[in-house]
């Protein structure tokens, strides 16, 4: 089992940046694919973006490409997504999770984190 905590959110205007990290305690955490999905309100979780947990392999929903990056840390035992050019509807709750497989799809990962609210206002 491993606890993840994320950090960073907060209130952003249109076209700002943040940076969202995932800290990991427990197992060792750079045995794991981390992912990070969101929940607006009023919708399902959707997968975000997902990392290897080497690092070398990367993906991330269609919306946020080119605007959005996944990196790790091992050595930290820290995940990061740095948000750019913030859009309204990227408001959400965004969690991380940690699982054995690289997925996007959520049932895949066993560990969530509490989420971390992100607002993005026009």
């Known amino acids: 089992q491993v606890q993840l905590v994320e950090s960073g959110g907060g209130l952003v205007q249109a076209g700002g940046s943040l940076r969202l990290s995932c800290a990991a305690s427990?197992?060792?955490?750079?045995?794991?694919?981390m992912g990070w999905f969101r929940q607006a309100p009023g919708k399902e979780r959707e997968f975000v973006a997902q990392?290897?947990?080497?690092?070398?392999?990367?993906g991330y929903k269609d919306s946020v490409k080119g605007r959005f990056a996944i990196s790790r840390d091992n050595s930290k035992n820290t995940v990061y997504l740095q948000m750019n050019s913030l859009k309204p509807e990227d408001t959400a709750v965004y969690y991380c999770?940690?699982?054995?497989?690289?997925?996007?799809?959520?049932?895949?990962?066993?560990?969530w984190g509490q989420g971390t609210q992100v607002t993005v206002s026009s």
């Open positions: 990392i290897s947990e080497n690092g070398i392999l990367t």
């Open positions: 999770a940690a699982g054995s497989t690289y997925s996007s799809k959520d049932y895949e990962y066993d560990n």
């Open positions: 427990g197992r060792t955490s750079s045995r794991y694919n």
